[in-house]
């Protein structure tokens, strides 16, 4: 009996998927001859509600008006609506936000830069000094190597116009001003040879304040030099003891990049990048030094010999430099001879009278043959170490003799001064550096250089003696050589006592020739002679050296009478020879000094290398202070 309730169930149940059918109703109310259970009574009363199955909801829901579909429609277009209008509110109040987020932080980033810039590039920051400095020497413990590696960045930083330089002009005021070679120069402050060596970085040496960047030294053919390690530091005493032994690239490879340099200006400027451009310059069309390419600064390029030329045959010596002037004379506006190393072997043998005159005789010549309108001038570097009155007198009358316009005094020395201060114990490791070979150059050498320059000052000062006025007129110097009593001379170098041979001829005095017999070549006295050329505006921003140096540097050394002064050519040729002075000079106090005693130019290199590129403006600023306050009291 299970068995056909099961079976009348089951019909029911899929009953409820579809609606049942006529049929299916009557012949479930005439099934009676199956008994039906009372708690089977609910499954068939299911059946005879149809109303109330599933079924039957969606059969009501499928046939529902158009209205409620409008509805439900119109309703979700309303909540999109709402959605929509809510996101883009949203949105605009994020990106309102996000935009004034991006506009501060693009400007304090765009702030930061340009605040930035400004400090790293001005020579005045301290982080130079005090960061970029230790942090080469850190970095680098051959001091070698950190210099190499100082160069190399400056000259990437110049590539992209972000290396430091000297702002704001502060030599406008023109305290600082003197004239040297005809050249009214910015300061009174140079670099040493060996800051750039192979004339890799002149003019960013030049953007750092200085009026005279000396490069090299440069040998006619390239060479080595001394076995590594050949620089030592000594940073208690700020000190270094070099022995490069004059390693260079040689005079071609030197010109040619200075011939580039020159030919980049010239296509900057807007001359060209040919040969006639190159002239252009060469020839001073572009008013400016051709050197230094810079208003207001020289540059001077250093040459010796190499190590491999016999000492003793001085032909073959003096034929050394004149090959490197024949390369380098042109892109230069001073040649400095150095026979003063004292890491090459036997070269300070040549600072005797006679090998020293043979072969500056050979130097002036070439110079004169330089294919340029104007001729570089020609100077020699002396050692420090020869300092006895014969040595003295023997340099000067090979100076004389041979027409050299100038002197350099002070080179690295062999000597080993005393530490400093007074008393202080050099470490151990110091110690030893103290006893390597080399030349030693630092603060301690100041005293000895000072009292050379006044010297050479007082010696050169006196004029050529005898012995070398005699040996001139036995052996007459070449053409244009410089001496006091060539003729030529004065057509061809441009000379303070000679102002129709200088390019600024506005800025002579030719009224008062023995005013030319001073101990630094000065800046001529416009101010106290009415002159046409002092009337001028260009003229009358240049101030009186008498109101900015000691009188001892603005006063005739000894008294000329009315028969002296009419005559056009000085009785004596006084102060006639340019001393520039290198050794031991740190600060302004310094480098007045030595101006005081005679120098025409104070230059530096173990400073530069110890203060950073903001040594020059640091010692202009100290030089500008002493004069100030020396005014004031």
């Avoid at 400004?118 to 970029?132: K, M, N, P, S």
Wanted: charged letters at 20%; aromatic letters at 4%; a positive charge.
């Amino acid at each position: 009996m299970s068995t056909p309730r099961v079976l009348l169930l089951r019909p029911s149940l899929r009953s409820c998927r579809r609606p049942p059918t006529q049929q299916q109703r009557g012949h479930l109310h005439s099934s009676s001859a199956l008994p039906i259970r009372p708690h089977h009574r609910h499954a068939v009363n299911r059946l005879r509600r149809p109303t109330t199955t599933p079924a039957t909801h969606f059969r009501l829901a499928s046939t529902s008006p158009t209205t409620t579909a409008t509805a439900a429609a119109a309703t979700s277009t309303a909540a999109e609506t709402a959605s929509s209008a809510a996101t883009t509110t949203a949105a605009h109040a994020r990106n309102t936000g996000t935009r004034t987020r991006n506009f501060l932080y693009g400007t304090s980033l765009a702030l930061f830069l340009a605040f930035g810039y400004l400090y790293v590039t001005d020579t005045r920051a301290g982080i130079h000094q005090w960061v970029v400095v230790p942090s080469l020497r850190w970095i680098h413990e051959d001091a070698e190597d950190a210099h190499e590696a100082g160069t190399r960045a400056l000259k990437i930083l110049h590539l992209w116009g972000l290396h430091p330089r000297e702002r704001g002009n502060p030599d406008r005021d023109g305290n600082l001003e003197i004239e040297v070679f005809g050249h009214v120069l910015s300061n009174p402050i140079g670099t040493s040879a060996g800051i750039d060596k192979h004339a890799d970085v002149p003019t960013p040496l030049l953007a750092l304040g200085p009026a005279i960047v000396e490069i090299g030294g440069v040998t006619p053919h390239p060479q080595e030099g001394n076995p590594k390690p050949r620089v030592f530091r000594l940073p208690s005493q700020n000190a270094l003891i070099n022995r490069y032994g004059l390693n260079s690239e040689g005079a071609e490879y030197v010109a040619m990049r200075l011939r580039e340099r020159v030919r980049q200006f010239a296509y900057a400027s807007g001359l060209g990048i040919d040969e006639e451009a190159e002239r252009t310059v060469l020839d001073g069309e572009a008013g400016v030094p051709p050197g230094s390419l810079t208003p207001g600064k020289l540059m001077a390029v250093q040459i010796a010999k190499n190590k491999t030329t016999p000492d003793g045959d001085i032909e073959a010596v003096k034929q050394d430099y004149v090959y490197c002037v024949d390369h380098l004379a042109k892109y230069a506006d001073i040649i400095v001879v150095n026979v003063s190393s004292p890491n090459t072997p036997g070269l300070r043998t040549l600072q005797k009278i006679g090998p020293l005159t043979n072969i500056l005789n050979g130097v002036v010549g070439a110079a004169q043959s330089t294919t340029r309108r104007s001729k570089p001038a020609v100077m020699v570097k002396i050692s420090p170490d020869e300092d006895s009155d014969e040595q003295i007198d023997g340099i000067c009358d090979a100076v004389w003799a041979s027409g050299v316009d100038g002197v350099i005094v002070g080179n690295t020395t062999k000597r080993r001064p005393e530490p400093l201060p007074q008393g202080y114990s050099l470490s151990g490791k110091e110690s030893k550096i103290l006893t390597e070979d080399g030349g030693y150059s630092g603060p301690q050498m100041f005293e000895r250089t000072l009292a050379l320059v006044k010297k050479y000052r007082k010696r050169l000062d006196e004029g050529p003696s005898k012995t070398s006025t005699t040996s001139s007129a036995t052996h007459p110097p070449q053409k244009g050589s410089g001496t006091a009593n060539s003729s030529e001379t004065s057509s061809e170098i441009p000379s303070p006592q000679d102002p129709r041979s200088s390019t600024f001829q506005s800025e002579a005095n030719p009224s008062h020739p023995s005013e030319t017999s001073q101990p630094l070549i000065r800046l001529p006295d416009r101010h106290s002679v009415s002159t046409p050329e002092a009337d001028s505006p260009s003229s009358s921003i240049l101030p009186s050296p008498r109101d900015i140096l000691p009188s001892s540097l603005t006063s005739s050394p000894s008294s000329t009478t009315s028969e002296e002064k009419e005559s056009p050519t000085p009785s004596s040729p006084r102060g006639s020879k340019v001393i520039f002075a290198t050794g031991g000079i740190t600060n302004g106090k310094q480098a007045l000094e030595v101006l005081t005693a005679g120098a025409s130019c104070a230059m530096t290199y173990t400073a530069v290398v110890y203060g950073g590129v903001g040594t020059i403006s640091r010692m202009k600023s100290e030089m500008r202070e002493e004069l100030r306050r020396s005014n004031t009291s």
